[in-house]
């Protein structure tokens, strides 16, 4: 059992835009899932990620992959990045400006192998601009490739920080096909930070909820989204995409998990903590929806 | 949304259809509901629930005569009457609860509404979802 | 051509050519800990880097003088192992010259690591790679303009360096007497026309390398791009 998970039991101060926040997380992750960090901005995914990584020292506590101790503030062992074997996928990229792409790939490898460099590109319809430097890609071209990057590397545990917040709609579900069929690929365990339901439900099997530094609730995404204290048999989760008000009602537009969109008619008592953006879950009863043949 | 403050009293299964009695201020309330795999705890006999229906749902009725095949009736008094182009939002008081419908504006011109008069709430029973 | 002039431009660019390869050797790894350390300390050791440059050039030479002299131990022990003297010594003016020009390489290069994002280090570490390999593969790289700078920087404030060689070398022919002191010497020897041609050179040198940092620093206006 121990050596099937990374254990995570820790604490750190974060000194954030709002004021000190204590970071405190005691959970464990199975190796080979596919994990979300879920959460507002400035609640700690990114920080966690980053400890996960090594780049953060915690104040306290115990990070460990399977038997190997990462981080143990007791004994005072604290393991570098560079030999956790992991990779990390920045916000910002991070691609090196002075490597072309296959260069910054080629950088990546643990054993050089111009092939597999060229065969990771392909995989990511990044082909034709191996060559290229990063200022010459579109802000999805260096999402790709930085994904591309952090694969190259083979890593145990691939971390990535918002991996598709740059991309259109349809890029962005292509790629979530990729960051999936790469999990599986690689036998590796990865740990990604969202804002997106849809990405959650498209790819996690495990959901971490992180809000204000504390972890809240954690299992698969229909257990931390779905609501059993609704009876309703109809439930759906999404994201509220536009608010009309429209006679003395309002027409609330959502776009649930699976992308598509759903309205619903809503009283100005419903609306009164909603906004755009906001996480939602619609239902009904079983009774009402009916159901026809796709032509 | 409309909720309404419950306490189960009655729970009859039929294959996978549950109807449910559940009393607020000693009126009953029935729901219809689909069972599911694994029946959240809170659906038993004496425990306390909210009765959840959507103001659309809500049909309103003066002077009813005759019998009618819903089950669940509110006597209310009219709050407020806020009338748009096609659809009006009707306020109403039930007990304590207050209650809300929206039919089309029409529909409360037919009736002619005033605010202050007593009016008949009706909801199907398979349109109330329960929640804890 | 007059062979002292010959003699005087050579020793002048030998001065600065010494001075710019010790500095970029020590400049590297002190611009690299001064952008990153987290050393409590670090606010006075960037002070002292910078010293130079608010200090007159004579109280330096000051300083030197008064260490390089054999009375003073470290004098007196560099003569006795090494048999070595420094005050009025090319040796000595090329040491005073890699102190006096320490600012004018450290802080271009040290401003340039700054300017990156911590992501590119970052990434860097956790695809695996050491902090050495980090440091010359990414890092130096990405801040070829902010070396440029430093190298022209330090080679023309060093071309043009008068009081403190004065001060530690003096004016030995051959030796310590570079084209800003010989400039002066000509001057006070009413000797115009040969000042004016000393004159000239620096002043045309220096135009062009400034002229480089420029265009350069122009070009590559590389933390918008990415």
Request: one cysteine or more; charged letters at 20%.
């Amino acid at each position: 059992m121990e050596n099937n998970i990374i254990t995570i039991d820790i604490e750190k101060m974060m000194f954030t835009a709002n004021g000190k926040l204590n970071l405190v997380v005691n959970t464990h992750i199975n190796i080979g899932e596919l994990v979300a960090l879920f959460g507002q901005s400035g609640a700690g995914k990114t920080t966690l990620l980053r400890i996960l990584s090594g780049l953060i020292k915690p104040d306290k506590g115990i990070v460990k992959f399977g038997e190997t101790v990462w981080f143990d503030s007791s004994k005072g062992i604290n393991i570098s990045p560079k030999e956790r074997n992991i990779s990390f996928m920045f916000q910002d990229y991070a691609l090196f400006p002075n490597m072309t792409v296959e260069e910054n790939i080629l950088f990546a490898q643990p054993k050089k192998s111009r092939e597999d460099a060229l065969e990771l590109l392909a995989v990511f319809g990044l082909s034709e601009f191996s060559k290229r430097k990063p200022s010459g890609l579109s802000g999805g071209q260096k999402q790709r490739v930085a994904l591309a990057r952090a694969l190259a590397r083979k890593p145990q545990l691939l971390l990535l920080d918002e991996p598709l917040s740059a991309l259109d709609a349809d890029m962005r579900v292509a790629l979530q096909n990729e960051i999936y069929q790469a999990h599986k690929l690689l036998g590796a365990t990865t740990i990604m930070v969202s804002h997106d339901l849809n990405e959650v439900f498209r790819l996690a099997s495990h959901v971490l909820c992180i809000e204000k530094g504390l972890i809240g609730r954690v299992g698969t995404p229909d257990e931390v989204f779905s609501d059993s204290s609704v009876s309703g048999k109809v439930q759906i989760t999404g994201q509220i995409a536009r608010i009309e008000k429209q006679d003395t009602i309002n027409i609330v537009t959502v776009i649930s998990g699976s992308n598509q969109i759903i309205k619903v008619i809503a009283f100005d008592n419903d609306m009164e903590n909603l906004q755009v953006g906001d996480s939602v879950l619609v239902f009904t009863k079983a009774f009402n929806p009916i159901i026809s043949k796709l032509m | 949304m409309n909720k309404l403050e419950a306490k189960i009293t009655q729970i009859q299964q039929s294959g996978a259809i549950l109807l449910v009695d559940a009393e607020v201020d000693g009126q009953v309330f029935s729901a219809l509901l689909i069972e599911s795999a694994t029946n959240p705890e809170w659906l038993q006999i004496g425990h306390s629930v909210n009765l959840v229906f959507k103001e659309t749902e809500v049909s309103l009725a003066k002077n009813l005569a005759g019998t009618i095949s819903i089950r669940n009736k509110m006597v209310c008094t009219v709050i407020s009457i806020n009338k748009g182009e096609l659809l009006s939002k009707i306020e109403m008081k039930f007990n304590n609860y207050t209650i809300g419908s929206l039919i089309t504006t029409r529909a409360v011109n037919a009736l002619e509404l005033i605010v202050n008069e007593e009016i008949i709430a009706m909801v199907k029973s398979n349109e109330i979802s329960l929640m804890c | 051509m007059d062979p002292t002039f010959i003699e005087t431009l050579l020793l002048t660019g030998k001065l600065a050519v010494f001075t710019t390869v010790i500095l970029i050797i020590l400049g590297l790894p002190l611009a690299y800990w001064l952008a990153y350390s987290k050393f409590r300390f670090k606010p006075f050791v960037e002070a002292l880097v910078s010293m130079p440059m608010v200090l007159p050039p004579s109280v330096i030479g000051y300083y030197m003088l008064v260490v390089y002299s054999p009375r003073n131990w470290f004098g007196a022990w560099l003569g006795e192992t090494f048999n070595l003297r420094l005050a009025f010594t090319f040796e000595g003016v090329l040491i005073a010259s890699v102190i006096f020009s320490l600012p004018f390489m450290v802080q271009p290069l040290q401003n340039g690591l700054r300017s990156l994002p911590d992501s590119l280090r970052e990434a860097s570490y956790t695809l695996g790679k050491s902090k050495m390999t980090t440091f010359f593969r990414v890092l130096i790289p990405n801040i070829k303009p902010s070396i440029i700078t430093a190298v022209a920087l330090t080679f023309a404030h060093s071309i043009g360096e008068f009081g403190i060689v004065l001060m530690v070398g003096g004016n030995m022919p051959g030796e310590t007497r570079v084209a800003s002191i010989a400039i002066y010497d000509e001057v006070q020897s009413l000797n115009f026309s040969t000042a004016n041609q000393y004159a000239f050179i620096l002043f045309a040198v220096s135009l062009i390398l400034l002229t480089t940092i420029y265009s350069v620093n122009k070009k590559h206006d590389p933390w918008k791009t990415i």
